[in-house]
């Protein structure tokens, strides 16, 4: 059997009405560590309700020794802070009522459970010799774009367009760099699908390279991606872009179609000049 990776929940903490935070620690966290990347992510695995297993559990073994159904399911979520001195890890879930399945699970955790997972993984971070940033996403990228704020070069010109549901969705964000924040607030109306997406319209360009980080719903995220290589002639090379969900789909509806979305999203454009 393979030691599981896995932390124990020491404390739980509500940021906004649908961003939950955990604080993990203990001794399953001895080999844990942490890449460079300000995205970096890790795979949980949530057993089901009634599981004939206990975590900490080797997702293979009981792969082996169960039924499908039986299965924990897997979810990847982004690493708020790791501290390397006392070992503690921080995950933002978003949470939407009762579902999914990690939203529920992290939003009805207790000290003392414990939370499965294989990682960390990630590819961005901040590049130093970029002359400015550009964040873009909404709820489900907000914990890696925080950490990425935070990680930009003192000084460097930094533009951030988030949206979320409310303000009292936002969340305060520290930031080294010169920050240019905009929140954008959905209204329950077919508009909400382009906020971000008209937003990023609006920006006065600013000159020299940028690096951009957008991640997000789905098609906000394509349209937003096929604008930036398009119509702003940004080389794919300086953009970190990624759908994590899809309107009016549940998240397994969604990781059934994700690979063929991703396929033909990285076909829309073909070359920076369109």
Known sequence: M?????????????????IVRLRLSGDGLEGFTMVAATDAY???????????????????????????????????????????????????VVVHGDEGVAGPWAAGAAPGDVLVFEGPGGGYRPDRAA???????????????AASLEAVPEGAHTVARLVCDGPEHE?????????????????????DATLLLDAVR????????VLAFVHGEATEIR????????DRGLDRSSMSCSPYWRREMTDEQWRAVKAAF???MESDVSSPDG
């Open 223 to 230: 349209e937003i991606r096929r604008h930036l290589l398009a």
């Open 131 to 145: 002359d400015w940033h550009l964040l873009v996403g909404d709820e489900s990228a907000l914990p890696a774009i």
């Open 171 to 191: 969340i305060a964000l520290d930031c080294p760099g010169d920050l240019d924040l905009e929140w954008l607030h959905r209204s329950g109306r077919a508009a």
């Open 262 to 264: 991703v396929a033909e």
């Open 2 to 18: 393979e030691v599981p990776v896995y932390g124990v929940v020491r404390e739980k903490e509500w940021l906004t009405p649908s």
């Open 42 to 92: 890790v795979n949980v695995a949530i057993p089901p309700d009634g599981a004939p297993y206990a975590a900490p559990f080797d997702v293979q073994e009981v792969r082996e020794a169960h039924p499908k159904p039986l299965w924990p399911a897997r979810r990847r979520y982004t690493v708020r802070r790791w501290d390397d001195e006392t070992r503690e890890l921080l995950i933002d």
């Open 202 to 209: 609006r920006l006065d360009w600013p000159q020299g390279s």
